[in-house]
Nanobody, 124 residues
Framework: QVQLEESGGGLVQTGGSLRLSCVLSGRPFENYALAWFRQAPGKEREFVAAIRYSGRREYYADSVNGRFTISRDNAKNTVHLQMNSLKPEDTAIYYC?????????????????WGQGIQVTASS
């Protein structure tokens, strides 16, 4: 059974940066595409970024493209989300998700495993 554990969230001022991390355990990390989704109060869960299991391509939502960067460290079974130039509208609970041999889909239904989520708040 795959387990995902997020860390690195918190409160930051508008324009600041945070780095989220997610550790995958239980199965070979290199076989999984990893993604970040987020959900703000009263809104549906939305795609943020994804990286293929091969690590050769990343995908981003238009709203974060150019500000966020997803990366994976296969040696540490960890995926990171570097978030720069944070805006109040980035405030949400951020979830890490994994899909076996995935190609980096933006559909939450494609992902079999999810973390518990971590709060990110960008305050003006």
């Amino acid at each position: 059974q795959v387990q995902l554990e997020e860390s690195g969230g918190g409160l930051v001022q508008t324009g600041g940066s945070l780095r989220l991390s997610c550790v995958l355990s239980g199965r070979p990390f290199e076989n999984y595409a990893l993604a970040w989704f987020r959900q703000a109060p009263g809104k549906e869960r939305e795609f943020v970024a994804a990286i293929r299991y091969s690590g050769r391509r990343e995908y981003y939502a238009d709203s974060v493209n150019g500000r966020f960067t997803i990366s994976r460290d296969n040696a540490k079974n960890t995926v990171h989300l570097q978030m720069n130039s944070l805006k109040p509208e980035d405030t949400a609970i951020y979830y890490c998700a994994a899909e076996w041999l995935g190609i980096g889909s933006n559909l939450p239904t494609n992902y079999e495993f999810w973390g518990q989520g971590i709060q990110v708040t960008a305050s003006s």
